[in-house]
Structure formats: structure tokens, C-alpha cells
């Protein structure tokens, strides 16, 4: 009988691929994590349970036949579990660095119930598909057939370029438009290198343009070109912008200088690891190095910015949050990350004023949790007489993103959108009321995770082709 080549969990303890140690690592913005070897990468592989029900596949955004490519790693094929996983992910080896498995598909893990530790399901995604492009496995869009239609892409964050990847392997020509001078959105200028290194974003960038993408670079819509020029242009336009209008701060002192936007701190950076000339950084203004810095928030965004001023060089890091840790956003594996880092959590704390121009301190309130609000969550109650002033001269702002007022910036009245100002479309086409008009990601959904881009992008574009094909029926009858 041949030799059961799963099911190993209760004989193969969980393991990571090697975290390189705090004090080497917080010198540089390289990724963290080492790769897997072969060897082990079937080991724990291995360790799935192929279970009849699969909760890691059923709560993936999409749905990713992770079993199947599990068994195929631990057994070889792992040609074929490339195959498998690029079937449903646009970009695996994006989404095995900087998805969140810990609320996914590996918080979902059965065999984690049974105390037998997850499976570590993103690292051995990252393992298949950047062995698939160390080997050439990896190659461009290569339509049988190229059609007549084209579709104009405004924004070339990841649920932009899946929706061009998807819309050219089936022939269909396109044009992404995007205010930067490279594309990728935030997994190039949002996330810092030590989670996504950004050969990783460029060499998929490179592929798509390969495939037949032609790219707009530093291309605003509304200023350098209009919305109706390209719809003009196009059988169909996707809006896949984001959102990248930071929410705000009040309280006096707020406008002090000194107290920065995360998106600029974060962009200023990442520029800087592409050898570009970044004024502000120069300067001071948006470089953390010799500083006491503070950053106010708890989600994913905030990590990247304490994380960010620890390699920058600050004197001291802290991050304030007016929850405790166990009602964070964020991601907890991150946070461990930043306290082993020496970032310093002030929990239950938040800003009610700032002192300095610029900066000097911010004015914290000490919080407790009381009853909880209409998402089940405890909201915060202030402590009377608490208050304390924290040294700072350099504040983050990393409380969220909400989306730009793109009727009016476009001068497009008739693009409907909601009261939160994201954009009025189908969740399973993307469609918007406006004929031929699309969107995808975080401008319909709200700031939310890269994964759900993804499979936004995809299913508008398998939409797209289906229209596409549904008029050329018509017509030919």
C-alpha cells in the first residue's frame, strides 16, 4: 500500500519559514521571512487534512482551492499546484505575504480547532508561485484570439491589474490610466517592503505589460485627461481608484506641522527604497530618523508606520489606540511583529489635542471599554481625570481611508454613490447604473483587503467578456 502523503498534523508539529531576528531586521526594509525549502515546504504542506469541507477554501475571498494544491506540493507536482493556485489568484505571491491567513483561511483551519496548529497555508503560496517564476513557469497573457473591444482602467491597484489580466487572456484589448508613475497602487506605494518587496509588484507590472497592457502613467483623471475622454475611447470603463482620502483629526493643535497623513509617510518612504529623490524626506517632514514619533491608530496601516519609523531610525516609537489588543483591526501578527521591533502599544488611549507648533506632545485621554455599539464591539469611555501629554515631534495619522468625491472631481453628476461616497455597483459584475460603467475594490467596498481587489476584479471582467459576447451574438443574429 502506498504511503498516506497527508494528514500529518498529528506527527509534524506547524512551522514558519525562519523570521529573521528583531535587531537585524529593523535595520533595513527587507521582507522578514525567509523562503521555504522544498523539503520543507512538502512537510507542511503535508500536514493538511483534506478535510470534506474545506473552511480554508469556503472563507477565502476566492475561493482558492487550497487543499488540491497542498496535496500537490507535498507530493511533487508542484508545476501543477502553481497551475491550480493562479487559477483563482491573479497574484498568489502577493497575497501569501500580506493577506491576512490569521483571519482567513488559516484562522478557518480544522485541524487548528483540534489543537494541532494550522496549516501554514500562506507561506507555502508564496514558496509555489515564486519557485514558478524562478523556474519560468510564470508567463504573460497569450490570447488565442485578440477582439476588437477595448476597456479603460482608471487605477492600477491590484483590483485594477486583475481585471486587465483577466480582460486580456481573453483577447480583450486594454489601457490602464493611474495617477502614479508606477503601477501597482498601494502594493506599491502603501505597503512597506518589509511585508512586500517591490521586485515582487514590478516583475507583475512588467508581465501585464508583456500581455498586451498598455499603461498611462502620472495620468490623472479630471485634470490630465477627463472621464468622458475615456469613456469615448472605450467599450467599457472599470473604476478601480481606491480610496486615498485620509480621515481626519480634530481637537486643538490639530493643523499643527509635524502631524502628517500615513499615505504621505508611507509613500515618502517606499519612493525613497526606489532610489527616488523625495523632498519631504529630505527635509524631515515625512522621515522619522532621530524623532519621537507617534502614530494614532490600530489597523494594518498603523503597523506599516511604526514598523516603517523603527527602520527610519526614531528615538522612540509608540502607537496609540483607543481599544485594548484584543479589539484591534489589525492584524495581531503584526503587532507581535512591531513589539518585537520595540514599537510600544499605549492601548485604551486616544488623542483629544496636540501641543506645539510644531509639534511637541500629544494630549491623551486614557479610555475604558463600555457597552458595545451597533457592530458588537465595546466602545470606548474616557476616565476622567486620566489625561497625560506624550512627548512627540513627529504624529502619524493612520486612521482610515475614505473614498474622494469623484462626481465631483470627474464632473460625472450621474455616477451614483452611496452616503459613505463609495460607488453605487453590483457586488457580482461591478456594473453602475451609468451604461458601460464599472467599479471594483475599495471604491465600492470601503477601505478593505487586497484580496477582495482581486476577486472584485476578476468577476467584473468575467462579466465584461460575457457582455461582450452576448452583443456579438445579437448582432450576428
Known sequence: MAKQPMLKFVNVDR?????????VRNQDFDEIYAEFAAVKAAEQASRCSQCGVPYCQSHCPLHNNIPDWLNMTATGRLQEAYELSQATN????????????????EGNCVIEQS???????????????????????????????????SVGIIGAGPGGLAAADRLRRAGIQVTIYDRHDRAGGLLTYGIPGFKLEKDVVMRRNELLEAGGVTFRLN?????????????AAHDAVIIATGVYKSRDLAGPGAGAKGIVRAIDYLTASNRVG????????????????????????????????????????????KCLYRRDRANMPGSQRETQNAEEEGVIFEWLSAPQGFSGDPVNGVMVQKMRLGQPDATGRQSPEV??????????????????????????????????????GTVKAQFT?????????????DIVRGASLVVWAIRDGRDCADAI????????TVAAE
Open 15 to 23: 512551522d514558519m519559514p525562519e523570521k529573521r531576528s528583531a535587531d
Open 90 to 105: 491573479t497574484f498568489p505571491e502577493i497575497c501569501g505575504r500580506i493577506c491576512p491567513q490569521d483571519r482567513l483561511c
Open 115 to 149: 489543537g494541532h496548529g494550522t496549516v501554514t497555508i500562506g507561506s507555502i503560496e508564496k514558496y509555489i508561485t515564486d519557485t514558478a517564476w524562478e523556474k519560468g513557469w510564470v508567463k504573460p497573457a497569450t490570447p488565442t484570439v485578440e477582439r476588437t473591444e
Open 219 to 231: 495620468c490623472e483623471v479630471g485634470k490630465d485627461i477627463s472621464f468622458e475622454e475615456i469613456r
Open 274 to 317: 526606489f532610489g527616488d529623490s523625495v523632498a519631504e524626506f529630505e527635509s524631515g517632514e515625512l522621515n522619522a530618523s532621530g524623532k519621537k514619533v507617534v502614530v494614532i491608530g490600530g489597523g494594518d496601516t498603523a503597523m506599516d508606520c511604526v514598523r516603517t519609523a523603527i527602520r527610519q531610525g526614531a528615538d522612540s516609537v
Open 383 to 420: 476616565i476622567e481625570g486620566a489625561d497625560y501629554v506624550e512627548e512627540a515631534d513627529l504624529v502619524i495619522k493612520a486612521l482610515g481611508f475614505e473614498p474622494e468625491e469623484l462626481p465631483t472631481l470627474w464632473e460625472q453628476p450621474d455616477l451614483e454613490v452611496t452616503r459613505w
Open 429 to 441: 459584475t461591478g456594473a453602475t447604473a451609468m451604461d458601460g460603467v464599472y467599479a471594483v475594490g
Open 465 to 472: 467578456v460575457a457582455k461582450f459576447a452576448q452583443t456579438e
